[in-house]
């Protein structure tokens, strides 16, 4: 799906129109391209103490990570002073050890200081710690503060830049892998719509990847609703990063599957997620096609949109037996199949819908609302075997779905964000992708916005 006006705002005559009318000028933004380097210029490390340091050193290549081995694949050109008319392409901001609102002034004036010559594309990322139940309030407030400070920032920066946190949970070391995991994916083109969002780190679980750009080599995934749009996203990226994959779809998407599945070089499996067997089936094909199943990515999902007022039965049914019940059936199959337990991957497509609300979506805001919910309490039963649920809740992405929305509804929808565009399929696919590798084993039971800082919600 194509976004004319983007194309418009930045080609020749139409440009200067749109500049001179102060209309929204949204940029085309960077996207991941293998191959490429993660940050295209200087990355400033802000904050001092010990996380700091070792945060710097990480970047920089020079710390020993997993015992004696350097973690492979960062060697930025990092720096921890902030220069005048130096152009940063990434600053991270390290505030692990907050116990005062006053301390939060420096470094962030120091961020302050260098947004004005930000690259474009350039990267914020804060990493922090939240309060804990036992905590003062004066460390509370400093710490929820970044909260704050994160996503005010993300709303003034310009030019496709992002920003983004990392919540490290007590007692877990920045150095664990999904805190290394999660700061490399908002650095990375690869979170190029993800936006003003805090990603939570829970434990030290997880390992680092050899290879970053193949996190998932030797993984099989089963992708839902394959045949098109976002799943078929998915397929291509998780094959990418090293997956052989599955792609799952009704019979009447036989076609349009058979093609992603050969794209893929993966299988197709034509298969409606609603039936009683389904979670068997997906089982039973990805171990006797492929020798063993690792990651289930629930992307199947439709809406039928009313007001309630107007809602029926048959509009409301539907829409919880595919994008709810289903996900529920399939995962108590795989977890009571004793067949899903290396390191096993759960995650699952939400929608700002289901967490700020729509209206004339009560129906599908119940079942995405009901995705967040089921992710945390799916992730604990799956703790034992190092693995994890998650979910991702885009906002508006440029789909064969919300190209059925109204012209206008569409035009604006697609605005109200800080990037004031629509995602493309591989922006969900990026995150799906994040949180189906073995780094991001500690992020466990939560929901990873992709929706460019939409103004609805938090
Ligand atoms: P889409 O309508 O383009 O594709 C959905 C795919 O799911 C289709 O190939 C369809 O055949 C398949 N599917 C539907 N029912 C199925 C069933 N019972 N069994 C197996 N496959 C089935 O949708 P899109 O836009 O790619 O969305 C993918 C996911 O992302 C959905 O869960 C959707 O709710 C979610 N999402 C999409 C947003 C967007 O802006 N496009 C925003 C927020 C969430």
Redesign the pocket.
């Given at each position: 799906m194509t976004d004319t006006y983007l194309n418009l705002v930045n080609s020749g005559f139409t440009k200067k129109i749109a500049k001179q009318l102060g209309l929204p000028r949204p940029v085309p933004l960077r996207r991941h391209q293998p191959g490429r380097p993660l940050v295209d210029g200087p990355v400033l490390v802000l904050g001092t103490g010990e996380d700091a340091d070792t945060v710097a050193h990480v970047l920089a290549g020079t710390a020993a990570l997993s015992g004696a081995s350097l973690a492979p694949g960062w060697d930025l050109d990092v720096r921890r002073h902030p220069a005048q008319g130096e152009r940063y392409a990434a600053v991270v901001l390290v505030l692990t050890g907050l116990t005062h609102p006053d301390e939060l002034a420096a470094p962030v004036l120091a961020l302050g200081s260098t947004l004005q010559g930000l690259a474009p594309h350039a990267r914020v990322v804060t990493v922090s710690r939240p309060a804990t139940p036992d905590d003062g309030p004066a460390v509370a407030a400093a710490r929820q503060g970044v909260d704050g400070i994160l996503r005010s920032v993300a709303k003034e920066l310009r030019n496709g830049a992002t920003g983004n946190g990392v919540v490290v949970a007590d007692g877990v070391p920045v150095t664990a892998p999904s805190v290394l995991g999660a700061l490399r994916f908002f650095l990375s083109a690869r979170s190029a719509f993800v936006d003003g969002q805090l990603l939570a780190v829970d434990s030290d679980g997880g390992s680092l990847p050899l290879d970053w750009d193949r996190p998932l080599d030797g993984r099989v995934a089963v992708v839902?609703?394959?045949?098109?749009?976002?799943?078929?996203a998915i397929a291509e990226t998780l094959a990418r990063d090293g997956a052989t994959v599955v792609a799952?779809?009704?019979p009447?998407?036989g076609e349009?599957?058979a093609a992603v599945a050969n794209k893929v070089r993966g299988t197709a499996l034509q298969?409606?997620?609603?039936a009683e067997d389904a979670g068997t089936r997906i089982l039973e094909h990805a171990r006797t096609r492929h020798g063993r199943l690792d990651v289930v990515v629930?992307?199947?999902?439709?809406?039928r949109d009313k007001l309630l007022v107007n809602m029926t039965p048959d509009r409301w049914d539907p829409i919880v037996a595919?994008?709810i019940a289903?996900q529920l059936r399939i995962n108590e199959q795989l977890l009571t199949s004793g067949d899903f337990t290396e390191e096993p991957r759960i995650v699952a497509?939400?929608?700002?819908?289901g967490i700020a609300g729509n209206r004339g979506q009560t129906n599908?805001a119940a079942s995405?609302g009901g995705v967040v919910g089921m992710v945390r309490a799916t992730a604990p039963l799956l703790s034992a075997f190092g693995g994890t649920a998650n979910a991702v809740?885009?906002?508006?992405?440029?789909?064969?779905?919300?190209a059925k929305i109204p012209a206008v509804t569409r035009q604006v929808a697609r605005r109200l964000n800080s990037l004031q565009q629509?995602?493309q399929?591989v922006d969900?696919a990026e995150a799906v992708a994040f949180l189906a590798s073995p780094q991001a084993g500690g992020v466990v039971g939560r929901t990873l916005r992709v929706c460019g800082q939409n103004l609805v919600g938090q």
């Open positions: 839902t609703g394959a045949a098109r749009g976002i799943g078929a799952v779809d009704i009447a998407a349009q599957l298969l409606d997620v609603t629930h992307n199947a999902g439709i809406t595919v994008n289903a497509l939400a929608s700002t819908s599908y995405k809740a885009p906002g508006f992405i440029e789909t064969d779905m919300t629509g995602g399929p969900v």
